[in-house]
């Protein structure tokens, strides 16, 4: 029993490295906890892109009842839903762009690595720094293009020239809301890289 106690206060007395980090109140960049905000930014970009991966899983499983559908309508009833093409269409491109940041967040874009790959410490973050500001300078051309889209497909009532009359700004809307999360997921990537106790992800 004794034994056991003395464990305890020595766990109380010399916290791990990790945890005084944690606690560390660091001024106006803290929150009450002593949280540092470049940790609670990152995190809350991070659910957020989370949140958009899960809504790309959810159109893949509608383009996949969509597809099933018509099959069964096609081979039963020699028929169509005349839109599953379109529909298809939507989804193809609403999800890979509502799934880009989270897979940014995870390491799984494709990048070509052949001079990050030769440099470390300092100036490896450097590069990381400068490709993710040179990606978001490009994602920000971007999003102000799909907005002037949208905007000009919702005044005018645009709509798709199928059988469903989709108004367009539904789809470009999903499309700018997607690569405004890749616009936030590069600026996490930054704080990544300029403040390292962000980098840990918020569960």
Do not use: N
């Not at 009842?65 to 069964?72: Q, S, V, W």
């Amino acid at each position: 029993m004794t034994q056991k106690r003395s464990f305890r206060t020595s766990t109380l007395e010399f916290p791990s490295d990790q945890h005084r980090r944690d606690r560390q109140i660091t001024g106006p960049a803290a929150d009450k906890e002593g949280i540092p905000m470049s940790k609670l930014i990152v995190g809350t970009i991070d659910r957020l892109c989370r949140i958009g991966a899960y809504l790309a899983c959810a159109i893949l499983v509608g383009m996949v009842g969509l597809i099933a559908y018509e099959i069964f309508l096609r081979s039963v009833f020699s028929t169509s839903t005349f839109v599953m093409s379109e529909f298809v269409g939507y989804g193809v491109a609403s999800a890979t762009f509502l799934a880009l940041a989270d897979a940014l967040r995870t390491g799984d874009v494709i990048r070509v690595g052949l001079l990050l790959e030769r440099t470390q410490g300092l100036a490896r973050r450097l590069l990381e720094v400068v490709a993710a500001l040179v990606g978001l300078a490009s994602v920000t051309v971007l999003i102000w293009f799909f907005w002037l889209r949208v905007i000009r497909a919702w005044t005018r009532g645009t709509v798709s020239s199928s059988l469903a009359e989709v108004p367009i700004w539904i789809p470009e809307g999903i499309i700018m809301v997607g690569l405004g999360l890749l616009a936030l997921q590069l600026i996490a990537h930054v704080l990544r890289q300029i403040a390292p106790v962000a980098a840990r992800e918020v569960t």
